[in-house]
């Protein structure tokens, strides 16, 4: 599976993004997905998991209550909506895709990975 992720860009602290991860190979509804950050002069982390139906998530601690998952198998699309921004969520943000059907969100267990888009947010 081929994975693309957009809409970075640059935000104020308090503003929103919303990211997008278009997939295209494989049937993406077979695909554990998750969202990833690596922060400048920090380790790549996980930041957000969906399940291959959509109904289960999974949140890094920061981003609970202000980040929200999402899929569309149909549109073979999953979305990283990102509310109540802050300076410390700075970071080239990757979607991610793993043949493993399991709910283990290190970065080595994905196989799949887009090329990363940038969201700055200033304070």
């Known amino acids: 599976v081929q994975l693309q992720a957009s809409g970075g860009g640059l935000v104020q602290a308090g503003g929103s993004l919303r990211l997008s991860c278009a997939a295209s190979?494989?049937?993406?509804?077979?695909?554990?997905t998750g969202w990833f950050r690596q922060g400048p002069g920090k380790e790549r982390e996980f930041v957000a998991g969906?399940?291959?139906?959509?109904?289960?998530?999974s949140y890094q601690d920061s981003v609970k209550g202000r980040f929200t998952i999402s899929r569309d198998n149909a549109k073979n699309t999953v979305i990283l909506q990102m509310n109540s921004l802050k300076p410390e969520d700075t970071a080239v943000y990757y979607c991610?895709?793993?043949?493993?059907?399991?709910?283990?969100?290190?970065?080595?267990?994905?196989?799949?990975w887009g090329q990363g888009t940038l969201v700055t947010v200033s304070s």
């Open positions: 969906i399940s291959r139906s959509g109904i289960r998530t």
């Open positions: 190979g494989r049937t993406f509804s077979s695909y554990v």
């Open positions: 991610a895709a793993k043949d493993k059907v399991s709910w283990n969100w290190d970065v080595g267990e994905f196989d799949y």
